[in-house]
């Protein structure tokens, strides 16, 4: 009897030599990936590396000048945000406050995507717009309150309404652009068990954060961009090598001696990369494990 044939999962989303170009700059240049349902995908660079060009074409804002995207194995030209929704991309940005709509509640913004269709009767129906809304804020176990003008929500839960409203429109492929860089250690733990959730329901995440913490909670592995182009793929587990390769200095042969340097550790502090001591205790450790396994192998290699 024949062993049966492992059968290779298929990206959900291949993009291919996606290129792109504002006046004389090349934001992208030849900007291959894949994305795989369930998987978590760091998006890693400095400002200017073409992040967010990159989030834009997938999300559908902006159009490539050249190169293909596919979803399923069916290539894709999306014209706006919403043909990408129509296949299940959404994207939700870094500043919430551009996805909150004032003057309306807070039900209300997070049904907004339904309310915006053609037909949709949630105005006439008050009762039908508070229950719906309910049901979303239930399953995914936030306590919103739904009533109020979304104006006096806090900046941790319009954070929360905007990837609650991302959450209803039921993504296959979810981009997330710094979600917790505003917010207090507990809100963004709350913010993060809502990604988890969504990652063990097989929806794909595509993060972008400076948090080393985010970075090796949500992903797996991650892209690194420079200059438009993908540099290099890291695996985001290992702390040290994250961190090298988020501030542009990543090789073996760069690490530090073992003695780290306290400036090394605030540097990164600083800029939010590491929130508190104990986190930098583990990329000091880190990073003495990754010299001492260079040492091992060139040792070998002798």
Not at 285 to 299: K, L, N, P, S, T
Request: net charge neutral; proline share 5%; hydrophobic share 40%.
């Amino acid at each position: 009897m024949s062993n049966p044939v492992a059968v290779a999962p298929q990206p959900l989303v291949r993009a291919r030599d996606l290129c792109k170009t504002f006046g004389a700059q090349r934001a992208l240049d030849q900007v291959s990936l894949e994305l795989y349902p369930g998987e978590g995908v760091g998006l890693l660079g400095v400002e200017g590396a073409g992040k967010s060009t990159l989030v834009n074409i997938l999300g559908g804002t902006l159009a490539p000048d050249a190169g293909e995207l596919w979803v399923d194995g069916v290539r894709q030209r999306f014209i706006s945000p919403l043909s990408a929704r129509r296949v299940g991309i959404v994207a939700v940005h870094q500043r919430p406050d551009e996805g909150i709509a004032p003057g309306l509640s807070v039900a209300e913004n997070l049904l907004l995507d339904e309310l915006c269709l053609p037909g949709a009767d949630f105005l006439l129906n008050r009762k039908n717009l508070l229950q719906r809304a309910e049901t979303i804020a239930a399953g995914l176990g936030l306590d919103l309150p739904l009533q109020l003008p979304v104006e006096r929500l806090g900046q941790a839960d319009r954070q929360l309404l905007v990837l609650a409203r991302a959450f209803a429109l039921q993504p296959r492929l979810l981009i997330l652009d710094e979600p917790t860089a505003a917010l207090s250690d507990p809100d963004a733990e709350r913010l993060l068990e809502l990604v988890d959730t969504q990652r063990s329901r097989g929806v794909a995440i595509l993060y972008i954060s400076q948090r080393l913490s985010d970075l090796q909670r949500v992903t797996n592995r991650a892209i690194v961009l420079e200059n438009g182009r993908i540099s290099r793929e890291v695996n985001t587990r290992h702390l040290a090598t994250a961190a090298y390769t988020l501030f542009g200095d990543a090789t073996q042969s760069a690490l530090p001696q073992q003695n780290l340097s306290v400036p090394f550790l605030e540097r990164f502090t600083r800029t939010g990369f590491i929130r508190n001591r104990a986190e930098g205790r583990v990329v000091r450790e880190q990073v003495v494990g990754v010299q001492m396994e260079g040492e091992v192998r060139q040792d070998r290699t002798k």
